[in-house]
């Protein structure tokens, strides 16, 4: 599937990717319009509607994605409400030894993420992923969302990488087809990011259930 000779750099997104985006939908979809409802005395179901019409309204931005962005929007302190319930987040099958195989086949390693920084810390720790890593960078850090082509040049500039010779996994579609409008040279996507959830249409892409797939002989 995977053209390992011809690839010199991985760039590898987090939620839905490498952990199980189970975490970030039972977040935002049950416990913050559960703690929105209680904050603002609201029966549940129109919390609910409330938290999906904000939601909606930001989709495919930066601060979609941004923990002070609706720590302000939703009067909810999401940081402190992250930790609250970071025990589900989880590591995705075969994480540790893909990254450990990347590494050994002399491959540079790097984290490309939409999380917000907190977001970002407080995985890391969960997980003890970081400690793989090259480099770890956040869109957040240059102000585009992953969703917009532009990003991957203000990527660049931090994160010297050949287009044509990169790898990107991630589970986003519209974060794949603006990293191929870019140029990059190979595009995997991800057919299970929520593991509770049933495999998801990939469109166009290659895709994996699981990392054990592609991982470099």
Not at 111 to 139: E, Q
Not at 140 to 162: M, N, V
Request: charged letters at 25%; aromatic letters at 10%.
């Amino acid at each position: 599937m995977l053209k390992w000779p011809e690839i010199d750099t991985v760039l590898l997104d987090m939620d839905g990717t490498l952990l199980d985006l189970h975490f970030d939908n039972h977040f935002w979809q049950v416990y913050v319009p559960e703690k929105y409802a209680e904050q603002h005395g609201l029966p549940a179901a129109e919390a609910h509607d409330e938290c999906f019409r904000r939601y909606n309204a930001k989709a495919g931005t930066l601060d979609w994605y941004c923990v002070d962005y609706w720590t302000e929007a939703l009067n909810l302190d999401i940081a402190r409400l992250k930790e609250e319930v970071s025990h589900l987040i989880q590591v995705h099958p075969d994480v540790p030894e893909f990254l450990t195989a990347i590494k050994a086949a002399g491959k540079r390693v790097a984290l490309v993420t939409n999380a917000h920084h907190k977001s970002l810390n407080l995985k890391m720790r969960r997980t003890g992923l970081g400690g793989y890593f090259d480099a770890i960078h956040s869109s957040h850090s240059f102000g585009i969302a992953k969703e917009d082509p532009a990003f991957w040049a203000a990527l660049r500039k931090a994160e010297p990488f050949d287009p044509a010779h990169t790898l990107l996994v991630d589970d986003s579609l519209p974060v794949l087809r603006s990293a191929a409008t870019y140029g990059i040279g190979h595009l995997l996507a991800i057919r299970k990011p929520d593991t509770r959830q049933p495999d998801k249409d990939t469109a166009e892409f290659a895709a994996i259930t699981r990392f054990s797939e592609v991982i470099p002989a």
